[in-house]
Protein backbone atom coordinates (compact mmCIF):
# COMPACT_ATOMS: atom_id res chain seq x y z
CA UNK A 1 0.00 0.00 0.00
CA UNK A 2 2.77 2.74 1.24
CA UNK A 3 6.13 2.02 0.04
CA UNK A 4 9.06 3.92 1.28
CA UNK A 5 11.89 2.92 -0.60
CA UNK A 6 15.89 4.56 0.17
CA UNK A 7 14.37 7.94 0.86
CA UNK A 8 17.09 10.41 1.47
CA UNK A 9 15.72 14.15 2.99
CA UNK A 10 17.77 17.31 3.91
CA UNK A 11 17.40 20.63 4.62
CA UNK A 12 19.93 22.50 2.96
CA UNK A 13 22.91 20.98 2.30
CA UNK A 14 22.25 18.58 5.82
CA UNK A 15 21.06 15.29 4.97
CA UNK A 16 18.40 14.09 7.61
CA UNK A 17 17.48 10.52 6.15
CA UNK A 18 20.02 8.92 4.40
CA UNK A 19 18.37 5.79 2.40
CA UNK A 20 15.28 4.57 4.83
CA UNK A 21 12.49 1.80 3.76
CA UNK A 22 9.67 1.39 5.02
CA UNK A 23 6.56 -0.83 4.05
CA UNK A 24 2.79 0.07 5.50
CA UNK A 25 1.11 -3.21 4.09
CA UNK A 26 -2.83 -2.31 3.74
CA UNK A 27 -5.33 -2.30 6.75
CA UNK A 28 -1.63 -2.34 9.12
CA UNK A 29 -0.32 0.07 11.78
CA UNK A 30 3.15 0.80 11.54
CA UNK A 31 5.45 2.76 14.36
CA UNK A 32 8.37 4.82 13.27
CA UNK A 33 10.06 4.60 16.63
CA UNK A 34 13.75 7.19 17.02
CA UNK A 35 15.06 9.48 19.48
CA UNK A 36 14.75 13.09 19.52
CA UNK A 37 16.16 14.39 15.96
CA UNK A 38 16.58 11.02 14.74
CA UNK A 39 14.26 12.31 11.86
CA UNK A 40 10.75 10.73 12.32
CA UNK A 41 9.05 13.86 11.68
CA UNK A 42 11.32 14.33 8.45
CA UNK A 43 9.85 10.82 7.34
CA UNK A 44 6.43 12.14 7.69
CA UNK A 45 6.77 15.44 6.09
CA UNK A 46 8.77 13.90 2.71
CA UNK A 47 5.92 11.56 2.41
CA UNK A 48 3.29 13.67 2.71
CA UNK A 49 4.97 15.85 0.36
CA UNK A 50 5.63 18.91 2.90
CA UNK A 51 9.39 18.48 1.93
CA UNK A 52 10.54 17.03 -1.77
CA UNK A 53 12.91 14.18 -0.85
CA UNK A 54 16.28 13.99 -2.24
CA UNK A 55 16.21 10.88 -3.53
CA UNK A 56 14.18 8.09 -3.19
CA UNK A 57 10.74 6.13 -3.95
CA UNK A 58 7.33 6.59 -2.38
CA UNK A 59 4.53 4.80 -3.50
CA UNK A 60 1.02 4.72 -2.67
CA UNK A 61 -0.99 1.40 -4.10
CA UNK A 62 1.47 0.89 -6.40
CA UNK A 63 1.73 4.82 -7.79
CA UNK A 64 4.66 6.91 -7.43
CA UNK A 65 3.50 10.29 -5.09
CA UNK A 66 7.11 11.63 -4.19
CA UNK A 67 7.80 15.13 -6.33
CA UNK A 68 4.22 15.38 -6.20
CA UNK A 69 2.70 18.50 -4.33
CA UNK A 70 0.96 18.10 -0.91
CA UNK A 71 -2.24 18.56 -2.08
CA UNK A 72 -1.91 16.17 -4.92
CA UNK A 73 -0.78 13.24 -2.25
CA UNK A 74 -3.71 14.17 -0.07
CA UNK A 75 -6.38 13.86 -3.62
CA UNK A 76 -4.69 10.52 -3.77
CA UNK A 77 -5.88 9.21 -0.26
CA UNK A 78 -2.71 10.28 2.47
CA UNK A 79 -3.48 12.07 5.06
CA UNK A 80 -1.11 13.96 7.13
CA UNK A 81 -1.69 14.45 11.19
CA UNK A 82 1.11 16.52 11.90
CA UNK A 83 3.18 17.16 14.96
CA UNK A 84 1.86 20.36 16.98
CA UNK A 85 -1.62 21.76 17.14
CA UNK A 86 -2.09 22.57 13.57
CA UNK A 87 -5.81 23.87 13.36
CA UNK A 88 -7.77 27.13 11.30
CA UNK A 89 -7.94 28.87 14.85
CA UNK A 90 -10.45 31.35 13.44
CA UNK A 91 -12.64 28.70 12.21
CA UNK A 92 -15.11 26.64 14.02
CA UNK A 93 -14.50 22.62 14.53
CA UNK A 94 -17.27 21.98 11.99
CA UNK A 95 -15.51 24.18 9.45
CA UNK A 96 -12.31 22.30 10.25
CA UNK A 97 -13.58 18.92 10.15
CA UNK A 98 -15.06 19.44 6.22
CA UNK A 99 -11.81 21.21 4.80
CA UNK A 100 -10.11 17.72 5.70
CA UNK A 101 -12.61 16.13 3.35
CA UNK A 102 -11.94 18.97 1.00
CA UNK A 103 -9.37 17.36 -1.26
CA UNK A 104 -10.69 14.24 -1.68
CA UNK A 105 -13.99 15.95 -3.29
CA UNK A 106 -12.34 17.45 -5.90
CA UNK A 107 -9.93 13.80 -6.73
CA UNK A 108 -10.74 11.06 -8.44
CA UNK A 109 -11.29 8.66 -5.69
CA UNK A 110 -14.97 7.97 -4.62
CA UNK A 111 -16.47 11.47 -2.81
CA UNK A 112 -18.29 9.45 -0.50
CA UNK A 113 -20.72 10.82 2.13
CA UNK A 114 -18.83 13.50 4.24
CA UNK A 115 -21.93 14.41 5.94
CA UNK A 116 -21.87 10.76 7.27
CA UNK A 117 -18.20 10.68 8.05
CA UNK A 118 -18.79 13.58 9.76
CA UNK A 119 -21.22 11.84 12.28
CA UNK A 120 -18.71 9.06 12.39
CA UNK A 121 -15.90 11.56 13.38
CA UNK A 122 -18.27 13.24 15.86
CA UNK A 123 -18.63 9.31 17.56
CA UNK A 124 -14.70 8.70 17.73
CA UNK A 125 -13.98 12.44 19.43
CA UNK A 126 -17.17 12.85 20.93
CA UNK A 127 -15.50 15.98 22.63
CA UNK A 128 -15.33 17.38 19.44
CA UNK A 129 -19.02 17.25 18.82
CA UNK A 130 -20.21 19.07 22.18
CA UNK A 131 -17.52 21.91 20.68
CA UNK A 132 -19.07 21.51 16.82
CA UNK A 133 -19.93 25.60 16.78
CA UNK A 134 -16.74 26.82 19.03
CA UNK A 135 -13.85 28.32 17.02
CA UNK A 136 -10.77 25.71 16.64
CA UNK A 137 -8.57 28.47 17.94
CA UNK A 138 -10.16 28.58 21.49
CA UNK A 139 -10.23 24.97 22.41
CA UNK A 140 -7.83 23.75 24.69
CA UNK A 141 -4.46 22.06 23.29
CA UNK A 142 -5.60 18.61 23.89
CA UNK A 143 -8.56 19.07 21.90
CA UNK A 144 -7.14 21.06 19.02
CA UNK A 145 -4.97 18.21 18.91
CA UNK A 146 -8.04 15.65 18.54
CA UNK A 147 -9.24 18.00 16.31
CA UNK A 148 -5.89 18.00 13.92
CA UNK A 149 -6.58 14.18 14.34
CA UNK A 150 -9.84 14.27 13.05
CA UNK A 151 -9.62 16.39 10.09
CA UNK A 152 -6.87 13.69 8.78
CA UNK A 153 -9.34 11.05 9.34
CA UNK A 154 -12.29 13.29 7.52
CA UNK A 155 -10.02 12.41 3.92
CA UNK A 156 -11.57 9.30 4.34
CA UNK A 157 -7.97 8.47 3.91
CA UNK A 158 -6.06 5.24 2.07
CA UNK A 159 -3.20 6.04 5.15
CA UNK A 160 -2.98 8.43 7.66
CA UNK A 161 0.45 9.54 8.88
CA UNK A 162 -0.03 10.22 13.17
CA UNK A 163 2.75 12.58 14.26
CA UNK A 164 2.74 12.55 17.97
CA UNK A 165 -0.82 12.18 18.09
CA UNK A 166 -0.39 12.31 21.94
CA UNK A 167 2.19 15.06 22.35
CA UNK A 168 1.71 17.29 25.73
CA UNK A 169 -1.77 15.60 26.30
CA UNK A 170 -2.32 15.05 30.05
CA UNK A 171 -1.97 11.24 30.58
CA UNK A 172 -6.33 10.68 30.64
CA UNK A 173 -5.88 12.39 27.03
CA UNK A 174 -3.09 10.03 25.70
CA UNK A 175 -5.44 7.12 26.85
CA UNK A 176 -8.18 8.32 24.83
CA UNK A 177 -5.80 8.80 21.50
CA UNK A 178 -4.73 5.85 21.70
CA UNK A 179 -8.14 3.90 22.27
CA UNK A 180 -9.00 6.65 19.44
CA UNK A 181 -6.14 5.08 17.17
CA UNK A 182 -6.64 1.17 18.51
CA UNK A 183 -10.92 2.06 16.78
CA UNK A 184 -9.31 3.53 13.68
CA UNK A 185 -7.57 0.16 13.64
CA UNK A 186 -10.73 -1.92 14.16
CA UNK A 187 -12.25 0.08 10.84
CA UNK A 188 -9.28 -1.16 8.87
CA UNK A 189 -7.62 2.03 8.97
CA UNK A 190 -4.19 2.06 7.84
CA UNK A 191 -1.59 4.25 9.81
CA UNK A 192 2.19 5.04 10.13
CA UNK A 193 2.23 6.28 13.26
CA UNK A 194 5.51 8.39 15.61
CA UNK A 195 5.06 8.64 19.12
CA UNK A 196 6.84 9.12 22.32
CA UNK A 197 5.26 6.73 24.20
CA UNK A 198 7.43 4.18 21.95
CA UNK A 199 5.52 1.04 24.62
CA UNK A 200 2.07 2.28 23.87
CA UNK A 201 2.84 2.42 20.12
CA UNK A 202 4.27 -0.96 20.00
CA UNK A 203 1.00 -2.05 21.75
CA UNK A 204 -1.07 -0.84 18.98
CA UNK A 205 0.88 -1.42 15.92
CA UNK A 206 1.54 -4.69 13.70
CA UNK A 207 5.05 -3.44 13.11
CA UNK A 208 7.54 -1.34 14.11
CA UNK A 209 10.93 -0.04 12.61
CA UNK A 210 13.50 2.03 15.22
CA UNK A 211 15.64 4.85 13.12
CA UNK A 212 18.90 5.78 14.58
CA UNK A 213 20.36 9.04 12.70
CA UNK A 214 18.21 8.81 9.67
CA UNK A 215 18.62 5.15 9.02
CA UNK A 216 16.50 2.04 10.26
CA UNK A 217 18.87 0.26 12.74
CA UNK A 218 16.08 -2.61 13.60
CA UNK A 219 12.46 -3.48 12.07
CA UNK A 220 10.46 -6.26 12.85
CA UNK A 221 7.02 -7.38 14.36
CA UNK A 222 5.99 -5.04 16.87
CA UNK A 223 5.16 -7.80 19.58
CA UNK A 224 9.00 -8.80 19.10
CA UNK A 225 10.50 -5.46 19.15
CA UNK A 226 8.65 -5.11 22.10
CA UNK A 227 10.72 -7.97 23.68
CA UNK A 228 13.88 -6.59 22.07
CA UNK A 229 16.75 -5.74 25.33
CA UNK A 230 18.31 -3.18 22.65
CA UNK A 231 14.94 -1.69 22.07
CA UNK A 232 13.68 -2.65 25.62
CA UNK A 233 17.04 -0.68 27.57
CA UNK A 234 16.99 2.69 24.62
CA UNK A 235 13.18 3.38 24.11
CA UNK A 236 10.93 1.61 26.59
CA UNK A 237 12.30 2.52 29.75
CA UNK A 238 15.14 -0.44 30.50
P1 LIG B 1 11.60 14.67 17.68
O1 LIG B 1 11.28 13.37 18.33
O2 LIG B 1 12.45 15.54 18.56
O3 LIG B 1 10.42 15.39 17.10
P2 LIG B 1 12.37 13.68 15.05
O4 LIG B 1 12.88 12.30 15.03
O5 LIG B 1 10.99 13.92 14.61
O6 LIG B 1 12.62 14.32 16.47
P3 LIG B 1 13.11 15.58 13.01
O7 LIG B 1 12.20 16.66 13.48
O8 LIG B 1 12.78 14.85 11.79
O9 LIG B 1 13.39 14.53 14.17
O10 LIG B 1 14.57 16.23 12.85
C1 LIG B 1 15.69 15.53 12.31
C2 LIG B 1 16.86 16.46 12.21
O11 LIG B 1 16.58 17.49 11.25
C3 LIG B 1 17.20 17.20 13.50
O12 LIG B 1 18.60 17.26 13.60
C4 LIG B 1 16.61 18.58 13.30
O13 LIG B 1 17.35 19.54 14.02
C5 LIG B 1 16.74 18.78 11.81
N1 LIG B 1 15.67 19.65 11.30
C6 LIG B 1 14.34 19.46 11.42
N2 LIG B 1 13.64 20.43 10.81
C7 LIG B 1 14.56 21.27 10.28
C8 LIG B 1 14.47 22.47 9.51
N3 LIG B 1 13.30 23.00 9.17
N4 LIG B 1 15.64 23.06 9.14
C9 LIG B 1 16.82 22.52 9.47
N5 LIG B 1 16.97 21.38 10.17
C10 LIG B 1 15.86 20.77 10.58
Do not use: W
Request: proline share 5%; hydrophobic share 45%.
Amino acid sequence: MLTIRNLCAAYGKVEVLHGISIEVPKGKVVTLIGSNGAGKTTTMRAVSGMLTPSAGEITLNGERIDGLESYAIAKRGLAHSPEGRRVFATMTVRDNLLLGAFPRLTGSRPRGDVAADLERAFELFPRLKERRTQLAGTLSGGEQQMLAMARAIMLNPEVVLLDEPSMGLAPILVEEVFRIIAQLKERGVTMLLVEQFAAAALGVADYGYVLENGRISLHGPAAQLRHDPAVKAAYLGG
